[in-house]
């Protein structure tokens, strides 16, 4: 088993990496026996994984609450119907909200113990790759709004993470992929060497060889928790870790939120933004060709649809909750492994990047 600290003071907490430890009693869920805790999953993760961290769970006074599969169920009424069976089982302060599942139980979930009694425990058991490597470290919770995704939530840090690579036995290929663009994101932007070693390793990490998984989930966490103890609540660095967002956020909401899964409009908007980057001369000419290898060797899109509008992709960026005063700030990489904040980008040059990621259909 491998672990990670996050430090950050008196909110640090260990993320566990390893195989098959569900099951049998962790470290992770040192809550106390006799304590309530309340375990929310989904429709989908309940039967795979329900029983087993039960098992692990023991002597503790579980109960269990599972809300229907999918970011349509990322809601306010989910949110509600957690706070609801926190309730039911008179949860008070000690007790403690388990989540199991991908970034949409994690975020609603730890919304829910942000919320409850001002802020209560919570522990991520994630079983997506994108919520392993990504969404369940840092302390981002929340739900969506009909006008805007993660529009209500809270910075609230879990107690401990769980990552059990066992769970990745069952998540679908398309959604393996999409976590592996937030892989190449975070490599991209701070980690030269893990960068290559993704290259090099690429084939094993598509074959979900454990040794290889284990090592690439642990790499991506300590990088994260590096930007996450350095600028908790975004003020500065953290924003890094949006690499790719600003274009994948318009393209998501312009295709209905139906058409990619987010990790693959992360990488198209990678894309873009390496193009951009390397024509306004910030980073070496072929940045953009050797990112795009790497991310088809990991089964993702490289170019948004032909048939959106540049101008309705422009026009959704700039109503993104990340522009700040009315100018467009993006991440655009200075050389593999070091990103940049940059808002010195002009309309046209963001245009022509766009229109040369786009398939001609
Ligand atoms: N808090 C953060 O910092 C942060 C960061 C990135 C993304 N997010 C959020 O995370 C969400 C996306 O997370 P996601 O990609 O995990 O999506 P998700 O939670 O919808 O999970 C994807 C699908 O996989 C299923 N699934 C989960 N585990 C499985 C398993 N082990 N086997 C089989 N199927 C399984 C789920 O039921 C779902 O159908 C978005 O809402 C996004 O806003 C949050
Ligand atoms: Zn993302």
Not at 195 to 217: K, V
Not at 244 to 257: I, K, P, R, W
Not at 289 to 317: C, Q, S
Request: charged share 20%.
């Amino acid at each position: 088993m491998q672990t990670v600290n996050v430090r950050l003071a008196e909110r640090s907490y260990e993320v566990f990496i390893g195989s098959d430890m569900l099951g049998q009693p962790h470290a992770a869920f040192n809550i106390g026996s006799g304590a309530t805790a309340l375990v929310v999953t989904n429709d989908t993760v309940a039967p795979l994984y329900m029983d087993k961290l039960i098992k692990s769970l023991a002597g503790v006074n579980v109960h269990s609450l599972v809300l229907p599969d999918g970011e349509t169920y990322k809601t306010q009424e989910s949110w509600s119907k957690i706070i609801d069976a926190l309730i039911e089982v008179r949860a008070t302060r000690d007790a403690t909200v388990i989540t199991l599942g991908g970034g949409v139980i994690g975020d609603m979930g730890g919304f829910a113990a942000a919320s409850y009694m001002r802020g209560i425990n919570f522990i991520q058991v994630p079983t997506t790759l994108l919520a392993q490597v990504d969404a369940s470290v840092g302390g981002k919770t929340g739900f969506n709004h009909p006008s805007g995704k993660n529009l209500v939530g809270a910075f609230h840090q879990p107690a401990s993470v769980l990552v059990d690579i066992r769970t990745l036995d069952t998540l679908p290929d398309r959604e393996f992929s999409a976590g592996l663009s937030e892989v190449v994101k975070i490599a991209a932007i701070r980690d030269a060497e893990f960068l290559s070693w993704l290259e090099e390793h690429a084939r094993a990490i598509m074959a979900r060889e454990p040794g290889s998984l284990t090592g690439m989930i642990k790499r991506s966490i300590e990088n994260k928790a590096a930007v996450v103890a350095e600028d908790e609540r975004e003020a500065g660095v953290r924003a890094l870790l949006n690499f790719g967002h600003s274009f994948a956020h318009a393209v998501e909401t312009l295709t209905g939120y139906r058409q990619f899964l987010h990790g693959e409009a992360v990488a198209m908007g990678m894309m873009v933004a390496s193009r951009l980057s390397e024509r306004r001369g910030l980073c070496e000419a072929g940045f953009s060709e050797r990112l795009g290898n790497l991310l088809t060797l990991f089964d993702l899109p490289l170019m948004l649809p032909g048939n959106l509008d540049v101008d309705d992709i422009l026009e959704t960026m700039k109503l993104d909750k990340k522009v700040i005063a009315g100018s467009v700030r993006l991440i655009l990489v200075k050389s593999a492994g070091q990103g940049l904040i940059d808002s010195a980008s002009d309309k046209l040059q963001i245009k022509t990047a766009i229109e040369a990621c786009q398939a001609t259909d």
